[in-house]
């Protein structure tokens, strides 16, 4: 990572600027005030920074740079963010300009995208012409609207092998070049043709809006009925997802996304109104998915088929979303039944009857294998449910639950999920089955010490020739000012893991809110160091006392006797304190 190409970008790039493309904001004392789009918020609760380049939230303490905030806000990578506000900036990131290798991806993932945008005008010309008229008929039985139609961009493929083909090195590029980016297929012969054929298509956009992918829906007779886009230099199926770049702006408000499987089932979504709507593309519902829509939600609630295939798939699905934290529900709808079908038949109404009917994730899980599995599969897929948990606060949140799904005692559940092969607790010897450990006064005074190099950076320098470290307990503090002092208490964001950047942020808040000077400074600067003097003491006693038990333990007299009289003088300096 480039932390001067980072800089160039954040010096560019205004926050408020980039936040109001989500978020309206308010002038408020200097900075800007708006809702937070990161949970279920409809008053000003975020404050943006302009001046510190920073936003947080009040109520859910999301926090962070316009980095940070364009990351979360789209359900990207660090490196994915940074690379599109780089490009959006005219900055040119290190690894492009000092690796010819890299430089040269970016150029043909350039023309790849510029290929699929042509393609997308190639397919959405056809679908007003006469050859188009069979999709056009199709899509009017069905009862989608032309608004939806051209909303997400459909168009027709013609039953022709070479018209893309044709029309692409009419524009320049070569055919090999459409097979590399996943327009075109070739055969074993080394024939090159049109992938897709005779069918109505459905661009995939990424959440840029640029188009990086197609489906494609067979008209006529023919196998497969669906046929998607390979894997590609700018596409991994199971990273995307179909509507996400329609849905995101409602799903931001919402902090709901309703998940289906099929293009058509999205389509009739957005039609009748549940614009937060997007679907898995023709695979099973992966993290990375997953992790895409926890950058706007807070709750995924699956609308899956009724037949048994996707009671199955929503059981999956479920548990996937459930161990990432966040919430799900699963709505079941009658069987034999989709969600198009449902919407075209009885409309909103009998739709939301659905919704009302949904049920919470685990609860979904929990009857399902009550009702479809034997009682040590049960217990086994409990096992592994709980044992995939990263989090000691999932863990201790799904526990009670579990026990209450499961019907069991709370003692016997945890005896049964911590008991590994051969006996051993694996489950123990990976993550305790406690709670998060409840914050003490060992942390609560590692938050007053570090929230005064974080307000103050001017000191960082001289707190750290003091052994500011010293004065810390715990290890997220200690780890906390080591990177403080390393970047000298400066543009520390883009080094912070989230919980440090709440952190950081929330005091960087209260200095813009109260920030201390003349006496007032001088005395809190004097009182940290006065604690930091008795670190070194309290650390100095402590390493005599480990000392003299050492030296009683191995019988040596006179090392005793020197420990025990040092050690007593310092016991005399603190009596004469007190």
């Given amino acids: 990572m480039n932390s001067q190409a980072i800089q160039a970008v954040k010096a560019k790039l205004v926050l408020s600027d980039v936040v109001r493309r989500y978020v309206d904001l308010r002038p408020v004392s200097g900075r800007f005030m708006g809702a937070c789009p990161f949970h279920q918020e409809t008053k000003p609760s975020m404050s943006v920074n302009d001046e510190e380049g920073f936003f947080y939230c009040f109520g ?47 150029r043909r993932k350039k023309v790849f995208l510029d290929m699929h945008d042509q393609a997308r005008d190639f397919f959405r010309h056809n679908l007003g012409r006469q050859e188009g008229r069979p999709a056009r008929e199709y899509l009017k039985r069905r009862g989608i609207e032309p608004r939806i139609v051209e909303a997400f961009g459909l168009g027709y493929s013609p039953d022709d092998w070479h018209g893309l083909d ?31 054929r005779g069918r109505l298509i459905f661009p995939i956009q990424n959440l840029s809006g640029r188009v990086i ?72 519902l992966t993290g990375e998915q997953v992790r895409r829509l926890a950058g706007f939600c807070s709750r995924v609630d699956l609308v899956f088929d009724g037949d048994n295939a996707g009671r199955k798939a929503a059981l999956k699905s479920s548990e996937m979303i459930l161990l990432s934290g966040v919430a799900c529900r699963v709505v079941l709808l009658p069987e034999g039944e989709d969600v198009d079908s449902v919407l075209q038949k009885e409309g909103t109404e009998g739709f939301e009857k659905c919704l009302k009917a949904a049920k919470e994730g685990l609860a979904f899980c929990m009857d399902t294998l009550r009702e479809n599995f034997a009682p040590r599969e049960t217990m086994g897929w409990a096992k592994g449910f709980f044992e995939k948990l990263a989090d000691d606060g999932l863990r201790a949140y799904y526990l009670p639950r579990l026990v209450a799904g499961l019907g ?65 307990v715990t290890a997220w503090a200690r780890d906390l000012w080591e990177k403080i002092k390393l970047h000298g208490g400066q543009d520390l964001l883009p080094w912070l893991t989230d919980d440090e950047k709440k952190f950081w942020a929330r005091c960087r808040q209260e200095r813009v809110e109260r920030i201390l000077s003349g006496e007032e400074l001088r005395d809190e600067w004097l009182h940290i160091c006065e604690r930091v003097a008795n670190g070194h003491e309290r650390q100095a006693r402590q390493q005599l006392k480990e000392a003299l038990r050492e030296a009683l333990r191995t019988g040596d007299e006179r090392q005793a006797s020197e420990h025990l009289q040092a050690l007593n003088e310092f016991l005399g300096r603190d009596d004469e304190q007190h």
């Fill in 166 to 196: 044709t029309f692409l090195q009419g524009k320049g590029h070569t055919p090999d070049q459409g097979v590399l980016a996943g327009l075109l297929s070739k055969n074993e012969k080394g024939n090159i043709y049109d992938r897709f």
């Fill in 60 to 106: 859910c303490q999301a926090s962070g740079d316009v980095i940070d905030f364009y990351k979360r806000i789209n359900g990207l990578e660090f490196r994915e963010a940074l690379e599109q506000l780089a490009a959006e900036a005219g900055v040119e990131l290190g690894a492009e300009r000092d690796d010819p290798e890299a430089r040269e991806q970016q």
């Fill in 408 to 472: 069991v005692a709370e003692t016997e559940l945890r005896q049964a999920l911590g008991a590994g092969q051969g006996g051993r607790d694996t489950a123990r010897e990976r993550k305790p089955l406690a709670a998060v450990r409840p914050v003490g006064r060992d942390d609560k005074d590692d938050r007053y010490f570090l929230r005064f190099p974080i307000q103050y950076p001017e000191y960082v320098q001289d707190l750290a020739d003091r052994g500011f470290e010293r004065v810390l």
């Fill in 213 to 284: 992918a197609f489906g494609g829906r067979i008209i006529s007779e023919g196998e497969p009925k669906y046929l998607n886009s390979s894997d590609t230099p700018i596409y991994k199926k199971g990273e995307h997802l179909y509507g996400l770049y329609q849905a995101r702006s409602t799903m931001t408000r919402s902090k709901r996304a309703l998940l289906t499987e099929g293009y058509m089932d999205v389509l009739s979504l957005h039609q009748f109104g549940y614009t937060d709507a997007c679907g898995v593309l023709g695979t099973a």
